[in-house]
């Protein structure tokens, strides 16, 4: 069955970096675009991020831009999300998920919870 | 960037009432919309693309409608396990962006 596994959040100081992960398993990587989106404590969901499958390219939220950058391993199924200069509001619970088709998203993950606080 | 103002932000609701809640872009986008359930502690759930098209799985009591820059997504007969918050997002462009959410509660 499709999962997607999130890893590497924690606590990090304002001014830190953090790279999170996310394997998956039970489909063919290479063929789906895939995202990361975001979830602050008791709010909505935010996108954060997204690849492309095929030539790699990449979209970011105004928000990160400049600070986060996403790439994917086709080898080793495993997408990540590189954070830096980190900021109180990059709290959030940080979701990986699938691209049915082009930019709706059918699997997620179940999250990895990043909090920047000092 | 294309924002999404979903209405209402809650509803209080009985098992087996019709619930509909909408949805609308600041600018047109030619129906490509998605809808999601998401309960608390869990990951949201894609219940409909294309703003219509049901995603596989997903009970036909859900059904989504509307075109341009208007949709809605509508539960025909609210089910216990329906309670939970619904995220519209637009697929059409970069940035991707979501609704606020409408929170939909036991009367």
């Known amino acids: 069955q499709v999962q997607l596994v999130e890893s590497g959040g924690g606590l990090v100081r304002p001014g830190g970096s953090l790279t999170l992960s996310c394997k998956v398993s039970g489909f063919t990587f290479e063929d789906y675009y895939m995202t990361w989106m975001r979830q602050a404590p008791g709010k909505g969901l935010e996108w954060v991020s997204y690849?492309?499958?095929?030539?790699?390219?990449?979209y970011y939220a105004e928000s990160v831009k400049g600070r986060f950058t996403i790439s994917r391993d086709n080898a080793k199924n495993s997408m990540f999300l590189q954070m830096k200069n980190l900021r109180a509001e990059d709290t959030a619970m940080y979701f990986c998920?699938?691209?049915?088709?082009?930019?709706?998203?059918?699997?997620w993950g179940q999250g990895t919870l990043v909090a920047v606080s000092s | 960037d294309i924002q999404m103002t979903q209405s209402p932000s809650s509803v209080s609701a009985s098992v087996g009432d019709r619930v509909t809640i909408t949805c609308r872009a600041s600018r047109g986008i030619n129906g490509w919309l998605a809808w999601y359930q998401q309960k608390p502690g869990t990951a949201p759930k894609l219940l409909i693309h294309a703003a219509s098209t049901l995603q596989s799985g997903v009970p036909s009591r859900f059904s989504g409608s509307g075109s341009w820059a208007d949709f809605n997504l509508t539960i025909s007969s609210l089910q216990p396990e329906d309670f939970a918050t619904y995220y519209c997002?637009?697929?059409?462009?970069?940035?991707?962006?979501f609704g606020g959410g409408t929170k939909v509660e036991i009367k």
């Open positions: 997002q637009q697929t059409n462009s970069f940035p991707l962006t």
């Open positions: 998920a699938r691209a049915r088709w082009k930019r709706d998203f059918d699997f």
């Open positions: 690849i492309d499958k095929t030539d790699g390219t990449t």
